[in-house]
């Protein structure tokens, strides 16, 4: 199977040219000062041109290393991602501690979440994440395509929170003067027609966004984990019996 060349790169095992000069640049180079623009200005702030002013060469010179900006966004996307939580502990607390660590790299650089997408990884980086929930998983019962399914699972509330979390207060509902949860808990209770949403105007009734601080609350966040977590402890426990 022919590999997309950028992968070979992300991997380290394109074939080095015996002859010639070394070259000035690698692909971890390039991604690193394409990183740092995009924490400063967004994704909108990374060009081809913009990387290869940063790294000090022409941009024509820097298409011997990456072929697009589109190879580049994939690059970037597994070269942000840290190093997993050590393995350690039990698997619900280590799969815990590694989803939150998701969350928490995606909004610290935001701009992931508009290239991140929900495919199986095949960076070096994101793969360590996988191999590391597979390992956590070990001695539960679990079949390997079910921890692969708990580890997507995982990574999917881990991304689908963060981009909540980030686009929480659009500037339209600023301009609302709706600046957070109980706000938009009171516009909702304006609009709602109880006949037609009649378990929704119910939820507000009763005051269910009622003294919310802000938009987001990590004690949501570790709901919806331990909803998630519970169900894969109950599909442990039906193995083991």
Do not use: C
Not at 172 to 196: F, N, R, S
């Amino acid at each position: 199977m022919a590999l997309p060349p950028v992968i070979i790169r992300m991997w380290g095992r394109e074939p080095m040219p015996r002859r010639g000069p070394r070259p000035r640049l690698d692909l971890a180079a390039i991604t690193t000062a394409a990183i740092e623009i995009a924490d400063a200005e967004g994704l909108t702030g990374v060009s081809m041109a913009g990387v290869a002013a940063r790294v000090g060469v022409a941009t024509t010179a820097l298409y011997r290393y990456i072929d697009s900006k589109e190879d580049l966004l994939i690059a970037m996307a597994d070269a942000a991602a840290p190093d997993p939580p050590p393995p350690a502990g039990h698997w619900r607390d280590y799969l815990s501690e590694w989803t939150r660590t998701q969350r928490d790299f995606l909004l610290q650089h935001s701009w992931l979440l508009s290239i991140t997408q929900l495919v199986p990884p095949l960076g070096p980086r994101r793969l360590l994440w996988l191999d590391r929930a597979l390992a956590a998983l070990d001695g539960t019962g679990l079949e390997d395509g079910e921890k692969i399914n708990v580890a997507s699972a995982l990574t999917g509330y881990a991304l689908t929170d963060a981009a909540l979390t980030h686009g929480a207060g659009s500037p339209e509902y600023d301009k609302a003067g709706i600046t957070g949860a109980q706000d938009y808990g009171e516009a909702l209770a304006e609009v709602l027609d109880p006949a037609t949403y009649p378990a929704l105007s119910s939820a507000i009734g009763n005051g269910a966004l009622t003294g919310a601080i802000g938009w987001v609350d990590d004690a949501d966040f570790r709901f919806g984990l331990n909803l998630l977590l519970d169900g894969i402890e109950q599909l442990i426990a039906r193995r083991a019996g």
